[in-house]
């Protein structure tokens, strides 16, 4: 924003966008493949999201759907560590 709070404006006369935000792929999809399934297809979904939402125009529902994948990641590799120290207290157990 510049100081009278407006956006700036590009060479055409159209606002200009902030940069896209992380859109956590690559992290959604390898907390799906090593560590909790659920959460990882729930965060790939939402990863999905933020792109065609980016370029549809729609910064607030990227920054949403960003978020919302982060959180899924997060919580798909808690759990994946929390089953990984259960196994191996059980086999430790034996």
């Not at 859109?23 to 390898?30: F, V």
């Not at 659920?38 to 529902?61: C, P, R, W």
């Not at 920054?63 to 590799?77: P, Y």
């Amino acid at each position: 924003m510049n100081q009278y709070g407006q956006q700036p404006m590009n060479q055409y006369g159209q606002q200009q966008m902030p940069p896209c935000p992380k859109t956590y792929l690559a992290e959604s999809i390898l907390v799906t493949i090593f560590c909790c399934v659920v959460f990882g297809v729930l965060a790939i979904v939402k990863a999905a999201k933020v792109s065609s939402a980016y370029s549809a125009g729609n910064y607030d529902e990227a920054l949403e759907a960003s978020e919302a994948a982060k959180k899924w990641v997060t919580w798909g590799f808690i759990c994946g560590i929390i089953v990984f120290i259960l196994a191996f207290i059980g086999e430790a157990m034996k």
